[in-house]
């Protein structure tokens, strides 16, 4: 079992920067490859960014390639989501997820442990 826990959501102004943080319980954080999703009000789930389990590998949707970095420490049981040069269009609900997968997993269906999550708001 893996219990994921979100944080560093708010509300920021275009152009601006937030960093997101997912702190992981359980002893095999390190086995498991991690993503973030997120969802807009009305809107399917959708995938943002994942990490191998090592975070030598990573995968970013095109909408956010360039403005979004996920990294993680496993020392820390923790995976972060740097997004820098924020959008209108980047408001939703973000999610992190831990995949039954060691590599990088890009649907939602690979991944097992969701958070609650955390909104993000971007003003224009």
């Known amino acids: 079992q893996v219990q994921l826990v979100e944080s560093g959501g708010g509300l920021v102004q275009a152009g601006g920067s937030l960093r997101l943080s997912c702190a992981a319980s359980?002893?095999?954080?390190?086995?498991?490859?991690m993503g973030w999703f997120r969802q807009a009000p009305g809107k399917e789930r959708e995938f943002v960014a994942a990490?191998?389990?090592?975070?030598?590998?990573?995968r970013y949707a095109d909408s956010v390639k360039g403005r979004f970095t996920i990294s993680r420490n496993n020392a820390k049981n923790t995976v972060y989501l740097q997004m820098n040069s924020l959008k209108p269009e980047d408001t939703a609900v973000y999610y992190c997820?831990?995949?039954?997968?060691?590599?990088?997993?890009?649907?939602?269906?690979?991944?097992?442990?969701w958070g609650q999550g955390t909104q993000v708001t971007v003003s224009s």
């Open positions: 359980g002893r095999t954080f390190s086995r498991h490859a």
């Open positions: 990490s191998s389990w090592s975070g030598g590998t990573t």
């Open positions: 997820a831990a995949s039954q997968y060691t590599i990088v997993a890009v649907n939602k269906d690979d991944y097992d442990y």
